[in-house]
């Protein structure tokens, strides 16, 4: 197989091709809200990124092939390059020349979960610190390539584990090995009729390993459910031997432990398999457009039809902001006539809301949107065109990200989440913190905000930050205006609802857990990884 395929280098868009144009009307929309003055930023080539010469020993490099074969054992610039770090917004910053990556020493590609457990026990006996990499789209610095105390690190990268292991139709599970692509599991699953239904924008490249070493959530959790509440059974390579945990589909045998495996970020084992709960895939779907006047009556609306228990599979509310962006930047139906014809209702601050319902027939879809269209007061229809214009873009915005940041934009997105008393609060923070960090002279961001993961409790917030680049230091910028939503969170919501803690966000996990809780999370450590060689300096402040 190629090595090469996982690799991440200038942005989403593959080394070579383009990122795409930004639209005449987006273009000009950004300089007159933003201030931006266009300037060309590309991505450096590959062989630019500086790569030292690899630190691991030749006899543990030896004792590595044994185990994968040498030909797994990758130590070239270019495939160790392809590793250094994930996608957020200071990664791409990175890869086109601003700060210093840390690049891993080797890139280990083991072929089975035997080949995991022994390339853990080489890397305990030497010191060589593991960063276990899935499809490396995390934007939370969880594939840095740091090595803590040790004198080197390897990436630990899960393609070869790629395999549908079994399914139990009758119980509607799977097995899969966790290097398995989100494309990938659809395809093995949709020969028999079923779906996982599991669709982060990441979809196109990230992992099943890595869905749940994250707690991802997908665009339809509505319908599907965040990616732990499919998770049935783990199966993980730990430096104290092997770990299996899921006999039951329910259990009062002591805690969860399968949840102290989800959401471990690479710090107590190797996923190597992940037992998935699956669904008859659908036959039929439908998506719609509706506008509602205001967030605040966005967010009622959304809470109402998710307390009654009758939301689309798909729920997706975007403030003015957001709805604004979306009309220029994807403007694939007629902005001006739909701005026209919303004035013509007395909507003066649309909000956009997308329902999608999916149903095995054509029956249960109706009797599931009528449901649905009962509870929903106060909406103006936009119909199907506006449901399918985001369903066709909804894995759009990391290629359109690639075309901005080529253009000289700060682009990042973060997300939240809250209890619904407190969400509008949380909300009003976070885009006072951003933009009051971000706006200098004539530069100022557009801070836009969805939700699209509810509970019958609260709801998560996502946040896309858009403002010119300080080319003196666009790092720092970036930091500082994080570090002012992340200050803004604290006590109000929670540091991250589905991107993970990985190294940016570990300083503020003791303002949401607790000193008392990180002391757990440590004790977990010391007794899985004692020598802790398993992915140093993430989630564990
Ligand atoms: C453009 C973009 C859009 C995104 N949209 C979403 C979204 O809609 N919803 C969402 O939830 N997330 C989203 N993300 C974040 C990211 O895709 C998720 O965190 C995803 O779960 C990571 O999967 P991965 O396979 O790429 O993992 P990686 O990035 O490779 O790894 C993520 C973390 O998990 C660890 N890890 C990976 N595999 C294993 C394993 N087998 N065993 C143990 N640890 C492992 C890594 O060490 C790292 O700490 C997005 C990211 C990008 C770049």
């Known amino acids: 197989m190629d090595h090469t395929d996982r690799t991440v280098r200038g942005g989403w868009t593959a080394e070579g091709a383009a990122a795409g144009d930004l639209p005449p009307t987006a273009a000009r929309w950004l300089a007159a809200r933003t201030g931006l003055v266009p300037a060309a930023t590309p991505v450096a080539p590959a062989s630019a990124t500086p790569v030292p010469d690899s630190a691991l020993p030749a006899s543990v490099r030896a004792a590595l092939g044994t185990i994968v074969g040498v030909e797994h054992v990758l130590v070239e610039a270019g495939d160790r390059a392809g590793r250094a770090g994930g996608l957020s917004y200071l990664d791409l910053l990175r890869r086109r020349g601003a700060g210093a990556t840390a690049v891993p020493d080797a890139v280990v590609v083991?072929?089975?979960p035997a080949e995991v457990a022994k390339v853990l026990e080489v890397c305990v006996r030497h010191g060589v610190a593991v960063v276990p990499f899935g499809g490396g789209t995390s934007v939370v610095g969880g594939v840095n390539a740091l090595k803590g105390e040790h004198g080197c690190v390897v990436a630990l990268d899960l393609a070869r584990l790629d395999r549908?292991?079994?399914?139990d139709e009758v119980s509607r599970l799977a097995v899969f090995q966790a290097g398995v692509t989100a494309p990938e599991a659809e395809r093995l699953l949709a020969r028999r009729g079923l779906t996982l239904g599991h669709f982060p924008q990441s979809y196109e490249r990230a992992t099943l390993g890595g869905f749940a070493a994250t707690r991802s959530s997908g665009q339809a959790s509505a319908g599907y459910g965040r990616f732990e509440d499919m998770v049935?059974?783990?199966?993980?390579?730990?430096?104290?031997?092997?770990w299996r945990l899921g006999v039951a589909p329910a259990s009062a045998a002591g805690p969860d432990l399968r949840q102290v495996v989800v959401g471990s970020e690479g710090l107590f084992g190797v996923i190597t398999e992940v037992t998935l709960r699956v669904r008859p895939k659908p036959r039929v779907s439908r998506y719609e457009g509706f506008v509602l006047d205001g967030w605040e009556a966005g967010a009622e609306a959304v809470r109402t039809l998710t307390q009654e228990g009758v939301r689309g599979t798909v729920t997706r509310l975007s403030d003015p902001t957001e709805t604004e962006v979306g009309f220029t930047l994807n403007g694939s139906w007629k902005t001006s006539a739909v701005r026209s014809y919303l004035r013509a209702r007395g909507v003066r601050r649309p909000c956009l809301l997308v329902l999608g319902w999916e149903a095995r027939s054509s029956a249960a879809l109706k009797a599931k949107?009528?449901?649905?269209?009962?509870?929903?007061?106060?909406?103006?229809?936009?119909?199907?065109?506006?449901g399918e214009a985001w369903r066709r873009g909804r894995f759009n915005g990391p290629r359109q990200r690639d075309a901005l940041m080529d253009v000289g934009v700060l682009v990042e997105t973060l997300e939240t989440a809250a209890h619904w008393s407190k969400l509008g609060e949380l909300?009003?923070?976070?885009?006072?913190?951003?933009?009051?960090?971000?706006t200098s002279g004539d530069r100022k961001p557009v801070v836009a905000c969805h939700v699209s993961h509810t509970y019958e409790t609260g709801a998560s917030l996502y946040f896309t930050v858009i403002a010119p680049r300080d080319p003196e230091d666009p790092v720092g910028q970036w930091q500082r205006a994080k570090h002012a939503a992340s200050t803004?969170?604290?006590?109000?919501g929670t540091i991250t609802h589905h991107h993970a803690v990985g190294a940016d966000h570990a300083a503020y996990l003791p303002a949401e857990i607790g000193d008392l809780g990180a002391d757990v999370l440590r004790a977990v450590k010391r007794e899985l990884d004692p020598t802790g060689v398993l992915n140093p300096g993430k989630l564990i402040p």
């Open 427 to 438: 909300r009003t923070a976070v885009s006072t913190a951003l933009t009051s960090s971000l």
């Open 488 to 492: 803004a969170i604290a006590g109000l």
């Open 369 to 386: 949107r009528a449901a649905t269209l009962k509870v929903l007061r106060g909406a103006v229809r936009l119909g199907a065109p506006a």
């Open 232 to 242: 049935e059974g783990v199966r993980v390579a730990t430096p104290r031997g092997e």
């Open 110 to 112: 083991p072929g089975d």
């Open 164 to 167: 549908l292991v079994r399914v």
